[in-house]
């Protein structure tokens, strides 16, 4: 998802509310319907402070119970990535990074300078029938994308001398993973359902299609994006405790010691061992018992591929923010007591998942009292003629949507920081929700003030929200180059031992 715009910040209504008050006018000509509409709406949609305390509270229960024996609907996976970056990590290391929307390719110089690096990347569009095809489909299209890259980043070579080059996979979804180069994927997320994938180890079929290619690299380790940005944004920044992602999904990751984590007892590791945890909190509340979940979240749960899944996310991630936006108005219009759209064709409206994030950050950039960019906007993409008070509910709805979505993305860091017992810190944040979705941040910011009651005598946040290193490519790579050189140390806690192509050397 590309998102265009610019963020117009002006300011916080006082208290519950927390909206930019600018550009949208006095709503004295807005009648006395969508003016019902809009009041029905503030109620359906904001959080305020005290069910934010109540959904950071569960949110502990359940990332607590996720790392038990016995499990929760948090996976809390962990990811055998063991400790944080030195910023001494040197060499070159490939990346390839599977998100929502895209594919790419990266290759990642580190140098002998401390925590740098130089990225060299080609971006790819993932095909929409791949989202629904088969296994060896995706596998495929991967391998050709990375081969593609490779012939054209190292002219002249013949890509089979490439064997010394390692790949950090970044695959951005649940995997329960018994080693760092191993990864069973438990479900797929974002829209994908990708035939003969879920229940099986993605390295293999990777590495199966790289063959079929006549690509000699090795996967040295599968990383969830929220790691790599975790990693990615602490070796430039040592202060980083959470990795998080805000874009067409949503998760987090952070450190956590070893003598936590119940349901790795059985391996009898160092309990001061620090591994990082890939929470996979999108599936938070899938009990559905403490988010204030709207007839339209409940909509496109029954509706989606998985209902009753990856509650937490369909309210909060890009994916969804554009199809809860387009509910809201359908059902408006089919609506006989409420006068919108009048006499007009809406049927490009009612085309499920035709708006994406993007279209409410355009509603939210645009600068004038009567709104014309929103004008143009639908017009354009929607071949909706609106009126002045009608844009001005529109207006009104994007922001309650992305309001929420930012509150409820800062209970996740909320919650991980109390249980940690982490009083200040650096979160580094990727994604495009969280990078041109404008006002997320600064919403953000608002609700963990509220969470933590840091009042006005608190001038600087102690815990921040910040933008991140790229986690997905540079991340990777790095993980990439800790697992080797721990490799080389001989620490092999972690390392696939039965796979075709071991990282370990044999023992002579």
């Known amino acids: 998802m590309e998102i265009d715009c610019v963020p117009n910040w002006d300011g916080l209504v006082q208290q519950q509310h927390l909206i930019p008050v600018k550009s949208i006018g006095s709503m004295h000509d807005v009648p006395k319907d969508l003016m019902a509409q809009i009041k029905d709406l503030e109620r359906q949609f904001t959080i305020e402070t005290p069910k934010l305390h109540e959904i950071v509270e569960k949110f502990i229960s359940e990332l607590t119970k996720g790392l038990s024996k016995e499990g929760g609907s948090i996976p809390m996976n962990p990811t055998w990535v063991i400790g944080y970056p030195t910023g001494d990590e040197t060499g070159t290391f490939l990346a390839l990074d599977m998100g929502g929307t895209n594919l790419r390719v990266c290759e990642v110089d580190l140098p002998e300078e401390k925590g740098q690096y130089d990225i060299y990347q080609s971006k790819y569009r993932l095909p929409e029938e791949i989202k629904s095809g088969t296994g060896p489909q995706l596998f495929d299209y991967m391998a050709e994308c990375v081969k593609q890259f490779l012939i054209a980043n190292h002219e002249g070579q013949d890509i089979s001398e490439l064997k010394e080059l390692h790949l950090g996979f970044t695959f951005s979804y649940p995997c329960s993973q018994d080693a760092i180069d191993h ?112 007839l339209y979240d409940k909509h496109i749960d029954e509706n989606s591929p998985r209902p009753g899944q990856q509650t937490f996310e369909k309210m909060v991630a890009g994916l969804y923010l554009g199809e809860i936006f387009r509910l809201v108005l359908v059902d408006m219009h089919a609506n006989p007591d409420v006068k919108i759209f009048e006499g007009q064709n809406i049927e490009k409206l009612q085309l499920e998942y035709s708006l994406d994030a993007s279209f409410l950050a355009e509603i939210e950039s645009d600068p004038w009292e009567n709104l014309m960019e929103t004008h143009a906007l639908f017009e354009k993409t929607l071949k909706i003629d609106t009126t002045e008070p009608e844009r001005k509910l529109i207006r009104r709805l994007a922001e309650l949507i992305g309001t929420r979505a930012a509150r409820l993305s800062a209970c996740g860091v ?73 490799i080389k140390e001989g620490i092999h806690a972690g390392v696939n031992v039965k796979r075709k192509n071991s990282l370990i050397p044999p023992t002579k």
């Open 183 to 294: 990864g069973v994927l438990q479900r797929w997320t974002k829209g994908f359902d990708i035939e003969g994938v879920e229940g099986h180890d993605v390295v293999p079929m990777f590495e199966e299609a790289l063959e079929r290619k006549g690509v000699p690299i090795k996967i040295t380790a599968l990383v969830n994006d929220t790691t790599g940005t975790l990693i990615a944004s602490a070796y430039t920044d040592n202060t980083t405790k959470i990795g998080c992602i805000f874009g067409t999904g949503c998760n987090a990751a952070y450190m956590e010691d070893i003598g936590s984590i119940p349901k790795l007892e059985h391996m009898n590791l160092d309990p001061n061992l620090q591994i990082a945890i890939n929470c996979e909190w999108g599936a938070f509340d899938n009990e559905r018992v403490v988010l204030p979940r709207t």
């Open 414 to 486: 909320g919650a991980i920081c109390k249980k940690k017992g982490i009083t200040s810190c650096h979160v580094g944040a990727d994604g495009s929700v969280f990078n041109k979705y404008p006002h997320f941040q600064k919403r953000g910011a608002q609700a963990l003030r509220e969470i933590f009651g840091w009042g006005k005598e608190v001038r600087k946040d102690p815990i921040q929200i910040v933008p991140s290193e790229d986690g997905s490519g540079v991340g990777a790579a790095l993980i990439a180059a800790l697992t080797m050189k721990r």
